[in-house]
């Protein structure tokens, strides 16, 4: 297993320096042949890793493999050792499955999507660092490798968002994701800060037993983690670079910033579960921010034009769900979920580059329209995304979703009134995800064509239709294959749930109720769509002339609540105003009081200006005067 | 007992220094291909000195008579905390000689013999241990570096190199006289004899104050660091390496070195001032850096925030922080002076270091802008890089007692990557911003190696510091010593002797022998 294990991070790390180094001279598909290989191979080498542990005994179901020593200092309880090695536990492996499951598709769809661009090789050999750095931050063996993987994403992230840099925005938009994730960044260190404080040690191997054993935790130092977790997962306040974000390339939209990187927040949580429950009220602060965020994240997304805007904001707020299903305690439930939505929100990216490709970079959902004539099969796979993603029954998303409402009503039904609240917030969020969906996949694909008339759209060709296909199967039976808690059916909470902190609120409500609920949320998601799809599917006309003379409260919902704008004149503005200041004070205050100085003593030297003429002969003479006066007296 | 290596590193560049001053003859490119072959040399004789002793001790002590009369002797040594000084500041000279390529074309000899003069200094300072010596080597490294700055400077170079001449005089000023003092005092220099020595509590105050004034102002640490930026902004790229890269490190290897292990008591009284003026230093200097829009200044002021980590690292005296801190020095030696190098080459090719005149490079000098970047991740503390241990080893060593003040130099870690990313974005990206952007060649063969060391050894320390960091802690485990213990005493207010308060200078509490 170690050797499984190392060559998970290896190859990747390898294949990137590989392409870096000497991809230049690679021609056409090589090198995305090449890092797809690699992505396979280290699938192939995570599902290793699963039935390995999976022919484990439950209690025993961890490998832990040291490689080296990272450091090792101080003594006693002010002892901090680290060492370079993977933990394989079912959260990891998971996780690992995935990633490079997804990953591998995606790469596949990459080597035509990239084909004629300038530079495959550099934005492959990216490519390949980010399965690295997200394999470490998922399988690393302590809190400082996963950090180490967590700003190894966020800088790949950086990158690839900045991969066409001559374009401005471009650049922009990775530097403020990588500063708006170094806010989190902050947050998460403090965190190992305290964490090493009171328990001594940072490996997740060494962590099980203290946490498992841990009463009381400052609940300051679980936020400190979440803060992380909400610059890497974009949540309320810190998801403003995840939708600028989408100025990279499509693959690196559904890679990184829709099925893998922006689920490391989740991750976190997950891996230090038991911190959380035991820190009081850091659980409740989680389950309120993923309700708001995806509330607040929906309505945005029911106004953009963009189409990767509707599906940036439409993952920030599933990623909301995903944060209300850990406050919640359901971990097991968040897991699922974010294995759905890599399906699914994968599978829409990929198929929203298909259209973008096939109309040559055009991202407006106004100048599309009756598209699923000359894109069938895009359109086909899509719809089954959508459908997955608005919750309808039996799409993957409908499961994962289903359950995370189901425990919300639950706490509510055994008598926290709150979380009715809570509740009411995730089924407004999925019936605004049902009709931005369907105002989406209609006002792409259904209608008249609003394309320009000069453009002959075509299918995507075999690489992307095939990573295209595939998601599209795991989107419908992804969610029915990994759990039905209705009936009982959790092979993966079964797999997971173990190393993951028990629901410290109670999760499970009558049948009757279930299937009730259920329900409700089904007629409640078919008619939402039902709607977008009939406001948005006619003539376009009136559906436009509705948005473009939108009241005040739709006009906020277009400007995206201005909260880039609010950040810009609350804090960017402000702090460089600070700056400014500080340069100001530097200069007059600080350094004129030496000048002050300076000019006063120079004013008394005026007196012995025989020993100060300036002149660097004298200054060497007397050097060496000093330096025989030294000599003789050495002598002496 | 006596081993002639550590003199061998000093006095080669020495004499090398003096031979090319008395050879005017010389030609100008054999005389640098000479001072790079010594140079050279000399890194790959200081190699040797990083077998240290793993207890924390000195190791190639060389000890002799030096002035009978005062009782100081020339007396050289290194542990884990300068023998990685040592080897850097051996490193980067080679390093510094081959960028002269780039922009020294007169007076080339005389280049060579403040580089060669200024080398021998600066391994002085890290070597010894007395003090006497110590502050000569300490002036000898700093007249080169004036003259670096004063003669092949830009425009207000001479300004820059008196403001420069003037704060750090007055530091040393301050230190000579400390020094004398404690001559007086404990009647000797040596630094052995004087860890063993017990000033009063006093005493100790007063000396602190000499000592730290003049070390911090190298630092520099806020409010002292007015004359980096001038100083950085005038002097020629090599005068910019090694000042960033060594001259620096002179302050708080002295803070290190001298404050804490000689003046214990008087350390921890006065640490919470300097762990605040770390703290502010780090931040104001962060943002300060930030708003500059010259290339140098911008690293200047890092530098400024950097520095302010290493000093908190060691006033927390706590022993992975100061580890850390002492990491650190080396850590910041290789990163900035590797952006150094770097703004160097594209001011020889655009001459202008101004930010707003850029844009658009990565497609143009694509070697350098994977050479920009990679040094900025270094300078930003990215994880799997040096620069990230150190950091962090500070951090979470301070955190455990300041907790506030490592939160909020945390933030300085952001404010870097704003900074930073902000140089990065506007060299390298966005719309081409010089007209004459196409005319400017990619580095050369010649630049890429002179970056490769320094980027090989941040990847190393990034994914191997365990060598260095145990190399470094044992001696600086010694150093904290009697820091600890007086900070004990100090907690336990009976264990406190009040007789010291009112004592006579010459009256000194028992010293405390390990």
Redo the contacts between chains.
């Keep these: 297993m170690n050797l499984v294990a190392g060559l998970l991070l290896i190859l990747p790390l390898a294949m990137a320096a590989l392409l870096g180094l000497f991809g230049k001279r690679l021609h056409g598909k090589t090198p995305g042949l090449l890092a797809f290989g690699m992505a396979a191979t280290c699938f192939g080498l995570a599902v290793a890793a699963f039935l390995h542990l999976r022919g484990l005994p439950e209690e025993a179901r961890f490998v832990e493999a040291s490689f080296?020593?990272?450091?090792?200092?101080?003594s006693g309880d002010?002892r901090?050792a680290l060492d370079?090695g993977v933990w394989l536990d079912p959260l990891s492996v998971t996780w690992a499955l995935f990633v490079t499951g997804v990953g591998s598709l995606i790469f596949l769809y990459s080597i035509s999507y990239m084909e004629h661009e300038e530079g495959a090789w550099r934005y492959f050999s990216y490519l390949c660092l980010f399965l690295f750095s997200m394999l470490i931050l998922v399988l690393g063996e302590n809190l400082?490798l996963t950090?180490?993987g967590?700003?190894?994403v966020g800088?790949c992230s950086?990158l690839l968002i900045?991969f066409d840099?001559?374009?401005?925005v471009?650049?922009?938009a990775?530097?403020k994701a990588?500063?708006v994730n170094?806010?989190g960044?902050?947050g998460f260190?403090?965190g190992?800060?305290?964490t090493?404080?009171l328990y001594g040690t940072l490996g997740h191997g060494e962590m099980k037993p203290i946490m498992a054993a841990v009463t009381a935790v400052p609940p300051l130092l679980a936020l400190g983690y979440f803060v992380g977790a909400c610059g890497k997962s974009a949540q309320l306040p810190l998801f403003v670079w995840l939708p600028d974000a989408m100025a990279g390339p499509t693959p690196v939209s559904a890679l990184i910033h829709a099925a893998t990187m922006v689920t490391a927040g989740i991750y976190l949580v997950l891996r230090l579960s038991p911190l959380f429950v035991a820190a009081e009220w850091a659980l409740d602060v989680v389950a309120w921010t993923g309700a708001a965020t995806a509330l607040f994240a929906g309505l945005i997304a029911l106004r953009q034009r963009d189409i990767k805007r509707v599906l940036a904001y439409s993952t920030v707020s599933q990623l909301g769900y995903m944060f209300l299903a850990c406050g919640l305690g359901a971990f097991g439930a968040a897991a699922f979920h974010v294995i759905t939505h890599a399906f699914f929100k994968a599978l829409l990216f990929l198929g929203a580059g298909a259209v973008i490709h096939a109309l040559h970079g055009e991202q407006d959902l106004w100048k599309m329209g009756g598209l699923k004539h000359h894109l069938p099969k895009t359109a086909r796979a899509m719809t089954a995304g959508a459908f997955a993603l608005a919750g309808i029954f039996p799409f993957a998303g409908f499961f994962s979703k289903d359950e995370i409402l189901g425990v919300a009503f639950a706490q509510g039904y055994a008598g926290d009134p709150s979380r009715y609240v809570l509740w009411g917030m995730g089924v407004l969020t999925a019936a605004l995800t049902a009709f931005y969906t369907a105002r989406m996949m209609t006002l792409c694909f259904g209608g008249t064509s609003r394309v320009d008339p000069h453009l002959h759209p075509h299918e995507a060709p075999a690489p992307m239709a095939i990573a295209l296909q595939v998601l599209m199967v795991a989107s419908i039976v992804g969610g029915a294959a990994l759990g039905f808690e209705a009936l009982h059916w959790m092979p993966l909470h079964h797999w997971i749930d173990p190393v993951l902190a028990a629901p410290p609120h109670p999760t499970h409500l009558p049948p009757a109720l279930n299937w009730g609920l259920m329900a409700l949320a089904m007629m409640i998601a078919v008619l939402a769509w039902r709607i977008g799809a009939k406001w948005y599917g006619g003539d376009f006309a009136p559906a436009r002339q509705a948005e473009l003379t939108a009241p005040r409260f739709a006009k906020l919902l277009q400007g995206r609540f201005f909260v880039d704008e609010l950040y810009a004149l609350l804090i960017v503005r402000p702090?460089?105003f600070?700056?400014?200041l500080?340069?100001e004070f530097?200069r007059r205050v600080?350094?004129g009081?030496?000048r002050g100085a300076?000019s006063f003593?120079a004013l008394l030297s005026t007196t012995v200006r025989l020993a100060q003429n300036g002149v660097?002969h004298a200054?060497a003479f007397w050097?060496v005067v000093g330096a025989v006066l030294?000599l003789t007296?050495?002598l002496? | 007992m006596n081993d002639l290596l550590l003199a061998g590193v000093i006095l080669g560049p020495l004499a090398a220094a003096l031979l090319l001053a008395l050879w005017p003859k010389l030609a100008p490119e054999p005389a640098r291909l000479l001072t790079l072959l010594i140079t050279v040399a000399t890194f790959v004789a200081s190699l040797p000195l990083l077998a240290t002793d793993a207890a924390g001790g000195m190791t190639r002590e060389l000890d002799v008579p030096?002035?009978?009369?005062?009782g100081i002797r020339f007396h050289l040594g290194v542990d884990g905390i300068s023998a990685p000084l040592v080897v850097l500041t051996t490193l980067l000279m080679p390093l510094v000689v081959l960028a002269s390529y780039g922009h020294v074309h007169d007076r080339v000899r005389q280049y060579c013999v403040l580089l060669l003069a200024m080398e021998a200094g600066m391994v002085g300072v890290f070597a010894a241990l007395d003090l006497v010596l110590f502050y000569?080597f300490f002036e000898m490294s700093l007249?080169p570096l004036y003259?670096l700055v004063?003669?092949y400077g830009g425009a207000r170079r001479t300004y820059a190199a008196l403001?420069f001449v003037?704060?750090t005089v007055a530091g040393s000023l301050l230190l000579l006289l400390g020094i004398l003092y404690v001559m007086h005092a404990t009647g000797s220099a040596d630094f052995a004899a004087l860890r063993r020595a017990t000033l009063s509590v006093r005493e100790q105050a007063w000396l602190f104050a000499a000592f730290a004034a003049a070390f911090c102002v190298k630092v520099p640490l806020?409010?002292f660091?007015?004359w980096l930026p001038d100083a950085h902004v005038e002097a020629p790229t090599g005068g910019s390496v090694i000042l960033a890269g060594v001259t620096l490190k002179m302050g708080t290897y002295g803070l290190l070195r001298f404050c804490l292990p000689l003046f214990p008591a008087a350390s921890i009284e006065h640490a919470p001032l300097l762990l605040a003026l770390a703290v502010v230093g780090i931040l104001?200097g962060a943002?300060?850096a930030?708003?500059?829009s010259d290339l140098k200044k911008i690293i200047a002021y890092s530098s400024v925030s950097h520095l302010g980590f290493v000093v908190l690292g060691l006033f927390s005296l706590?022993?992975?922080a100061a580890?850390g801190a002492t990491l650190q020095m080396i850590n910041h030696g290789l990163s900035t002076g590797a952006l150094f190098l770097l703004i160097g080459m594209i001011y020889e090719r655009a001459h202008t270091r101004q930010l707003a005149d850029f844009g658009?490079l990565?497609?143009t000098m694509p070697r350098f802008a994977v050479c920009l970047v990679f040094a900025t991740?270094s300078s930003i503390g990215?994880?799997?890089l040096n620069g990230?241990?150190g950091e962090?080893?500070i951090?979470?060593?301070t955190?455990?007692d300041h907790?506030l003040a490592?939160?909020l130099a945390?933030?300085g870690?952001?404010l870097g990557?704003?900074y930073m990313?902000?140089l990065v974005?506007g060299l390298?990206?966005?719309?081409v911003g010089h007209p004459k952007t196409a005319t400017w060649r990619d580095l050369t063969l010649r630049e890429m190696a002179t970056l490769a060391p320094l980027f090989a050894l941040m990847i190393a320390i990034g994914?191997?510091?365990?060598p260095l960091?145990?190399r470094i802690?044992p001696a600086v485990e010694r150093m904290l010593e009697r820091p600890r213990l007086a900070l004990e005493a100090s907690l336990a207010p009976t264990a406190m002797p009040s007789v010291d308060e009112g004592a006579p200078p010459h009256d000194r509490a028992p010293g405390e022998r390990r």
């Design positions: 080296w020593r990272w450091l090792d200092l101080g002010q901090l370079v400082v950090f180490l967590w700003e190894g800088l950086y900045g840099y001559g374009k401005e471009a650049a922009r990775g530097r990588f500063v170094r806010i960044d902050v260190l403090i190992m800060f305290w090493w404080k702090l460089r600070v700056a400014e500080c340069l530097d600080v350094d009081l030496f300076g003593s660097v200054y050097m030294l007296l050495a002496a | 030096w002035i009978a009369a005062l000569v007249i003259l004063g003669v403001k003037l704060f806020v409010p660091h007015t104001y943002l300060l930030w708003a500059q706590q022993s992975s580890t658009g990565a497609r991740l990215l994880p799997g990230f241990v962090f080893l951090l979470i060593g955190w455990r907790p490592a939160s945390s933030l870690v952001l990557a704003i990313l902000g974005k390298l990206f966005g719309p994914f191997a510091p365990q960091l145990s802690e």
